[in-house]
Structures are given as structure tokens and as C-alpha cells.
């Protein structure tokens, strides 16, 4: 009786050892796949042949963590270069264009509302009034100022930093072209001054 209760032990400790040792053992046909970082935008295919791993090498795959890719910038770009051609400066998508009208635009809105509440005189009163000769001169150097540098190479978007850069310039003169041309036809419309 003694024997049979010592093999049935024996017995029931061997089962439980080697079944034990079998659960925990990490599965050793786990597939998986390689992907280049160069790949990264093509669709992932999935592998038709698995390949198998030693267990010794890689850990179950409840343990692995997922690894990132790292990120960068994306390139960057070589400036182009700026044609000092007078046609290329003045042409419809040329530097000089909106520039030179949006220049133009914020003094002649300045000039023409401090004019107004002064003497309370519309805009086609004041060019009539000796305002003309004062838009010409004014239109001629501006222009120059700002086609001098643009010959010589010099981009307006070299030259901003902090609050004025090119682009705040570029739409502070829209939005004066547009003052401008509302406060003309509102005072056409009206009849008179606006102010």
C-alpha cells in the first residue's frame, strides 16, 4: 500500500512538473516580418512564408514592445533664385508688382483719410486740388526705392524679421488697395466726403 501511494505521488508531482514546464514554455513558431523605414509609405504586404525564431533569441511576443521609428524633418528645399531681369521684376507674378501698388496703397489710405477729416474734401477733390502732381512724385520714388534692391538681388523676404515681415507687409498693403478703392467709390456713391 505504501508503494502504491508513493508512485501515485511521485506520479502526480511528474505530471504537474512537466505540465507546468510546457505552459510556460514561449511559443517557437511565431512568425513575423522586416520592413525597411524606406518602405514607410507603401502599403505593408503581409509575408507569405513565415519564418521561424529560436526561442532563446527572441522574447514571447507578449513581452516585446512595439519599437518607433524615429522622425525627420522633411527636406528642406534649395531657395530659388531671384531673376534681376527688369521684365521678370515687373512681370504679373514678379516681386515688384504688389509690392509697389501695396506701398502705394497704404500711403495714398493714410494720406487721403488725414486729408479728409482735415479739410473735409473727398479723394477726387484733393487730386484735383494739387493732390496730383504729390500721387505722381510719390508713385515714381516708391517704385524706385523698391525696384533698386530687387535689381540688385536683395529679396524682401531677406530683409523681415520680428513684426514687420514681408508677408504682414504684403497684406496690410491688400487691405489698403481695398480701403482705398471702397473709400473712392463710397464717396462716388455719396456724393461727397466721407467723413
Not at 5 to 27: A, E
Not at 88 to 93: E, I, K, V
Not at 126 to 137: K, N, V
Amino acid at each position: 500500500m505504501a508503494a502504491a501511494s508513493s508512485s501515485s505521488v511521485y506520479h502526480s508531482i511528474l505530471s504537474n512538473h512537466v505540465t507546468g514546464r510546457v505552459q510556460s514554455q514561449p511559443r517557437r513558431n511565431a512568425s513575423f516580418s522586416v520592413r525597411c523605414m524606406a518602405e514607410e509609405k507603401q502599403p505593408q504586404q503581409p509575408s507569405s512564408t513565415p519564418m521561424t525564431t529560436s526561442s532563446s533569441t527572441t522574447p514571447p511576443p507578449a513581452a516585446q514592445a512595439p519599437i518607433a521609428a524615429p522622425t525627420f524633418p522633411p527636406p528642406q528645399a534649395a531657395p530659388k533664385k531671384m531673376s534681376t531681369k527688369f521684365t521678370d521684376l515687373l512681370a504679373f507674378s514678379g516681386p515688384a508688382p504688389e509690392r509697389i501698388n501695396g506701398r502705394l496703397a497704404m500711403i495714398g489710405f493714410v494720406a487721403a483719410m488725414g486729408v479728409e477729416l482735415a479739410r473735409g474734401t473727398d479723394v477726387a477733390a484733393q487730386l484735383a486740388d494739387g493732390g496730383l502732381p504729390w500721387f505722381i512724385g510719390t508713385s515714381v520714388v516708391l517704385s524706385l526705392a523698391s525696384l533698386i534692391p530687387l535689381s540688385k538681388g536683395i529679396s524682401v523676404e531677406s530683409k523681415s524679421d520680428g513684426v514687420m515681415t514681408s508677408k504682414a507687409e504684403l497684406w496690410n498693403g491688400r487691405f489698403a488697395m481695398l480701403g482705398l478703392v471702397a473709400l473712392v467709390f463710397t464717396e462716388f456713391v455719396k456724393g461727397g466726403a466721407l467723413v
